[in-house]
């Protein structure tokens, strides 16, 4: 929470507190919006904060000439499109290349700014049901992944015209463009992200009891490392990765038989359940330490759900830096 600002030198910034708590109204569809944009969770909390600073600072031209929340986003915007100055995007392992066999050597770690990292539903959510349900679908990986196919100004003008719902002109405005422009370059997105964006939505609704039984059958048999019953909840097509190694295999006999092999290392481990990421089911993964009732960090651990199966289960390794963003203890210990 944004308390106090203070200009380059030090001083005070001189704005009343409901001016500075009128920012932080609009953080979290901020964070989400700069999410979306750069794939990056540290990222986007860098860019809102990045846009707080420059509204601060601009603030005395502001004048109410638009509304607070449009003139939020021009900054944001402008700040993502400064971020995104470079031909690298994020990506998913799938994006790369085809799958692996499950006995294939490991690659080496790619480094984190080539991965799409995770968002925790907190960052990125507020508390209205119904904004939670319309936002979902468009942070969820895939959507974000093939976000980043897209120009820069491209992803803007799709997420501004159709995830927020600005007009075209509100959208022209933002990024100084004639709204024709604007409209001819919404054409080219869509264009895109057909081709681009899979054909399925892995949808999540914690409402649904089928749905939260499957996600507790898939506990339990991942805790039992009971590979029978696990690969009966999974998609034929089902994907399992694990950013920042570029590797990745399909299918339910292939996810047992790594399971088994390189990763059989899991075995024994324990999953926390966390408030979700990404709109999905999320847990902090621990595997056993070689000390008996301590468990150490492996993952953040995001399953992607279409219907009643398993589609995706993407194991994020950086837990040095995803473990604190998510609020995980650096070590799981057996209660005594």
Known sequence: MVTSMNDPSGHSAGLAPDVLESFEKHRRELCAYAYRMLGSSFEAEDAVQETFTRAWKSYDSFEGRASLRSWLYRIATNVCLDM??????????????????????????????????PIPNALAFGADPAEHASAKDTLRLAFVAACQHLPATQ????????????????????????????????????ATM?????????????????????????????????????????????ALSMPPIEFWVSGPANVAAFMLGHGAGCRDSRLVRLDGANGNPAFGHYKPSGEPGVWLPWSITVLELDGNEVAGMSFFLDTEKLFPLFGLAPELREAV
């Open 155 to 190: 992803r803007a003008i799709l997420i501004m015209r159709e995830v927020l719902r600005f007009s075209a002109n509100e959208t022209a405005e933002a990024l100084t463009m004639s709204p024709a422009s604007v409209n001819s370059a919404l054409q080219r997105a869509r």
């Open 194 to 238: 057909s081709k681009v964006q899979p054909s399925t939505a892995d949808n999540y609704d914690e409402s649904n009891e089928d749905q939260r039984k499957l996600v507790d059958n898939f506990v339990k048999a991942f805790e039992a490392y009971d590979m029978d019953t696990l690969t009966t909840l999974l998609k034929t097509d089902v």
């Open 84 to 117: 995104l100055d470079g031909p690298q995007r994020r990506a998913r392992p799938m994006d790369l290349n085809g799958p692996s066999r499950p006995d294939s050597p490991l690659p080496a770690p790619q480094p984190d700014y080539v991965w799409i990292e």
